[in-house]
């Protein structure tokens, strides 16, 4: 609340806001949300709402708008990265969104199974838990039963991600350290999804489910592959559990650095390409990895990096955030291609990502795109070049 | 007549003002935790935060332009503010007395501030955001550092009058108050300003704090000295 009085209104963060690119429509535009969201209590819960005993008249049109406007956002946070009062926005839009659920107002229609799937399957996606990693897991790599680093695949990765993950377990194989992972009937979700769509009902019951697994298994450092599964681990999961949690959260990008650092993990080979990394919005604004996915290329021998125009933290969406990739297909599409765009514009060879939602939803985005570029993982391009 | 109608004014000014700083703190206090953020260094977050208010650094990154206009604005708008201490304290301090000439300065910055903000945002950004809020508020702040402006170096009104008028609030006493024109559209142009003045002047503070405080834990979030 607090959040939604500090905005001035001053509209620095229009031209920051991807979604407000590509569908010129003002009512997406942070400002314009926040006002909404002002004008929605004033009417269900200001002064005249309070004391003539009944709700005040709400415009119906305005409702679907401003829900609408709520859920198309990719909570990318950019926005919040230019406010000049540090609006922290990643975190304002998914508790409007809570507002919105508790209200009866949400989610979006295809993200209304999320709940039910998440019960009967354990992910969003409503995928059976043995089909979670026997596609792509490299059965040449050895998981320990207990160990003091676990390994989080998360369930966009392992659904819909498959290289992206399979490139992480290669690379965990070849630093040489036991790592353990829980089974996939219990490697269930992170709660992410949900609590970006304001969905909390299930949250708690996930994070404890998950910590006292992991601490079953010894766990002192758990690294995942997924930015989002990092943001919610390391920010609400404490909150969540009810106490500080037994083991770090890393991103696999940190922990393999420290590997390569540590001499654990030996770069053969050269690849002498232009490589162009995509800073994910949660991974950069959201847990400030920034400089460790560009050390892990740099290391690689023949590598020249080169940065998009608006990079680090802030780096500019590429439509796949917000768990609105599938909600609002023709935005995610429209902002992937912008990434690919400039990636080309850049003349890089490679499009390097670091999210299985960027991943999944910019190869979608290329498909029937007369541009191409090719993309890869970054720990999937790494396990080509290890020991 | 007149000093009763601009009296009741006044008290349902105070009200509405009121009413919205009570009404904010008990919206605040229902929101609720949003996430577990560790805690970062206290005192190097007050000071951050003391440097946002006083200098809008963030502003000063996303826009300069803009910049030059909000911080003059704001720098004059709490100058003259501070200046008006002289017609609520009797006996007037030093501190505020020392600081007239300066008050006179800010006084007259104050209007072209406002001035310049309008023309830069809707001339030099493309994308410009202004709501009717924004519009009004503008306007009245316009009007009251216009008149102010004018009822210094061009219709002096009786001060000593003035003052009686505000004392008289606070006591409840009725001590008469100027008539002159230019003095009372100050007057009401300031009063609308008050009853409509942005919740960002308070929220704004406590979130920039908690905005450094997130950004102080960030480099603790998922870092250590081992990684």
Same mark, same amino acid.
């Given at each position: 609340?607090?959040?939604?009085?500090?905005? $001035?209104?001053?509209?620095?963060?229009?031209?920051?806001?991807?979604?407000?690119?590509?569908?010129?429509?003002?009512?997406?535009?942070?400002?314009?949300?926040?006002?909404?969201? =002002?004008?929605?209590?004033?009417?269900?819960?200001?002064?005249?709402?309070?004391?003539?005993?009944?709700?005040?008249?709400?415009?119906?049109?305005?409702?679907?708008?401003?829900?609408?406007?709520?859920?198309?956002?990719?909570?990318?946070?950019?926005?919040?990265?230019?406010?000049?009062?540090?609006?922290?926005?990643?975190?304002?839009?998914? %508790?409007?969104?809570?507002? %919105?659920?508790?209200?009866?107002?949400?989610?979006?229609?295809?993200?209304?199974?999320?709940?039910?799937?998440?019960?009967?399957?354990?992910?969003?996606?409503?995928?059976?838990?043995?089909? =979670?990693?026997?596609?792509?897991?490299?059965?040449?790599?050895?998981?320990?039963?207990?160990?003091?680093?676990?390994?989080?695949?998360?369930?966009?990765?392992?659904?819909?991600?498959?290289?992206?993950?399979?490139?992480?377990?290669?690379?965990?194989?070849?630093?040489?350290?036991?790592?353990?992972?829980?089974?996939?009937? *219990?490697?269930?979700?992170?709660?992410?999804?949900?609590?970006?769509?304001?969905?909390?009902?299930?949250?708690?019951?996930?994070?404890?489910?998950?910590?006292?697994?992991?601490?079953?298994?010894?766990?002192?450092?758990?690294?995942?592959?997924?930015?989002?599964?990092?943001?919610?681990?390391?920010?609400?999961?404490?909150?969540?559990?009810?106490?500080?949690?037994?083991?770090?959260?890393?991103?696999?990008?940190?922990?393999?650095?420290?590997?390569?650092?540590?001499?654990?993990? $030996?770069?053969?080979?050269?690849?002498?390409?232009?490589?162009?990394?995509?800073?994910?919005?949660?991974?950069?604004?959201?847990?400030?990895?920034?400089?460790?996915?560009?050390?892990?290329? %740099?290391?690689?021998?023949?590598?020249?990096?080169?940065?998009?125009?608006?990079? =680090?933290?802030?780096?500019?969406?590429?439509?796949?955030?917000?768990?609105?990739?599938?909600?609002?297909?023709?935005?995610?599409?429209?902002?992937?291609?912008?990434?690919?765009?400039?990636?080309? *514009?850049?003349?890089? *060879?490679?499009?390097?990502?670091?999210?299985?939602?960027?991943?999944?939803?910019?190869?979608?985005?290329?498909?029937?795109? *007369?541009?191409?570029?090719?993309?890869?993982?970054?720990?999937?391009?790494?396990?080509?070049?290890?020991? | 007549?007149?000093?009763?109608?601009?009296?009741?004014?006044?008290? /349902?000014?105070?009200? #509405?003002?009121?009413?919205?700083?009570?009404?904010?703190?008990?919206?605040?206090?229902?929101?609720?935790?949003?996430?577990?953020?560790?805690?970062?260094?206290?005192?190097?977050?007050?000071?951050? &935060?003391?440097?946002? #208010?006083?200098?809008?650094?963030?502003?000063?990154?996303?826009?300069?332009?803009?910049?030059?206009?909000?911080?003059?604005?704001?720098?004059?708008?709490?100058?003259?503010?501070?200046?008006?201490?002289?017609? #609520?304290?009797?006996?007037?301090?030093?501190?505020?007395?020392?600081?007239?000439?300066?008050?006179?300065?800010?006084?007259?910055?104050?209007?072209?501030?406002?001035?310049?903000?309008?023309?830069?945002?809707?001339?030099?950004?493309?994308?410009?955001?202004?709501?009717?809020?924004?519009?009004?508020?503008?306007?009245?702040?316009?009007?009251?550092?216009?008149?102010?402006?004018?009822?210094?170096?061009?219709?002096? &009104?009786? /001060?000593?009058?003035?003052?009686?008028?505000?004392?008289?609030?606070?006591?409840?006493?009725?001590?008469?108050?100027?008539?002159?024109?230019?003095?009372?559209?100050?007057?009401?142009?300031?009063? /609308?300003?008050?009853?409509?003045?942005?919740?960002? #002047?308070?929220?704004?503070?406590?979130?920039?704090?908690?905005?450094?405080?997130?950004?102080?834990?960030?480099?603790?979030?998922?870092?250590?000295? &081992?990684?």
């Amino acid at each position: 609340m607090q959040e939604i009085d500090a905005c $001035t209104a001053c509209g620095e963060c229009l031209k920051h806001c991807p979604v407000q690119e590509v569908t010129g429509n003002p009512a997406i535009s942070p400002p314009e949300k926040i006002r909404m969201f =002002r004008e929605f209590l004033r009417a269900t819960e200001g002064l005249k709402a309070k004391f003539l005993g009944s709700q005040s008249e709400i415009d119906q049109k305005l409702l679907e708008d401003f829900t609408r406007a709520v859920y198309e956002c990719t909570t990318c946070g950019a926005c919040g990265e230019a406010c000049p009062v540090g609006i922290f926005s990643q975190r304002l839009w998914p %508790m409007l969104r809570r507002e %919105m659920v508790r209200r009866g107002l949400g989610p979006m229609e295809p993200q209304r199974g999320m709940t039910k799937n998440t019960i009967d399957t354990g992910n969003v996606y409503g995928q059976p838990p043995e089909a =979670r990693y026997a596609p792509w897991f490299p059965t040449e790599v050895h998981v320990s039963e207990r160990a003091k680093v676990g390994y989080y695949a998360g369930c966009t990765g392992a659904y819909e991600a498959n290289p992206m993950v399979r490139g992480d377990a290669l690379v965990l194989g070849a630093i040489g350290e036991p790592f353990t992972m829980l089974a996939p009937q *219990d490697e269930v979700c992170c709660g992410f999804p949900l609590f970006i769509t304001g969905q909390h009902d299930l949250l708690e019951g996930l994070v404890k489910r998950l910590v006292e697994g992991y601490r079953a298994k010894g766990v002192q450092t758990l690294v995942c592959s997924c930015p989002c599964c990092v943001n919610i681990m390391a920010r609400d999961w404490p909150l969540l559990y009810g106490s500080p949690l037994p083991f770090k959260i890393r991103h696999i990008s940190q922990h393999v650095l420290s590997a390569i650092k540590g001499g654990k993990l $030996t770069i053969k080979g050269n690849l002498d390409e232009k490589l162009i990394y995509h800073d994910p919005c949660y991974l950069s604004r959201g847990v400030g990895v920034i400089e460790e996915p560009r050390q892990i290329l %740099m290391s690689i021998p023949g590598v020249e990096l080169v940065e998009f125009t608006r990079n =680090r933290q802030q780096s500019r969406c590429c439509g796949s955030g917000g768990a609105a990739r599938k909600a609002f297909h023709d935005n995610a599409i429209a902002m992937g291609r912008l990434t690919i765009d400039e990636a080309i *514009d850049k003349s890089a *060879d490679r499009l390097m990502l670091g999210c299985p939602a960027c991943y999944a939803k910019v190869n979608e985005s290329m498909k029937d795109h *007369d541009s191409k570029v090719v993309i890869t993982d970054v720990m999937e391009l790494l396990a080509r070049h290890v020991a | 007549m007149l000093e009763l109608t601009f009296k009741t004014a006044a008290y /349902a000014v105070m009200a #509405i003002f009121t009413w919205r700083v009570a009404w904010r703190i008990y919206l605040w206090g229902r929101g609720g935790v949003n996430a577990q953020t560790p805690a970062g260094s206290r005192a190097a977050t007050l000071l951050r &935060t003391a440097v946002d #208010i006083l200098l809008l650094p963030r502003l000063l990154e996303a826009n300069p332009l803009l910049w030059i206009g909000e911080w003059t604005f704001h720098a004059s708008f709490t100058i003259v503010t501070l200046r008006h201490l002289r017609f #609520i304290l009797n006996p007037v301090p030093e501190c505020v007395i020392f600081m007239q000439p300066l008050g006179v300065l800010a006084g007259y910055i104050l209007p072209f501030s406002l001035i310049y903000i309008v023309t830069v945002r809707n001339t030099l950004m493309r994308d410009s955001y202004y709501t009717s809020s924004n519009l009004l508020l503008t306007t009245f702040a316009l009007i009251a550092s216009a008149s102010g402006l004018a009822l210094h170096a061009l219709w002096r &009104t009786d /001060a000593a009058l003035a003052k009686a008028f505000v004392l008289g609030l606070f006591t409840f006493e009725s001590l008469g108050m100027p008539s002159d024109a230019m003095f009372l559209a100050h007057l009401l142009a300031a009063f /609308a300003f008050i009853a409509i003045i942005p919740s960002h #002047i308070m929220a704004a503070p406590i979130v920039l704090y908690d905005s450094n405080l997130q950004r102080g834990a960030m480099a603790s979030l998922v870092h250590d000295d &081992t990684c």
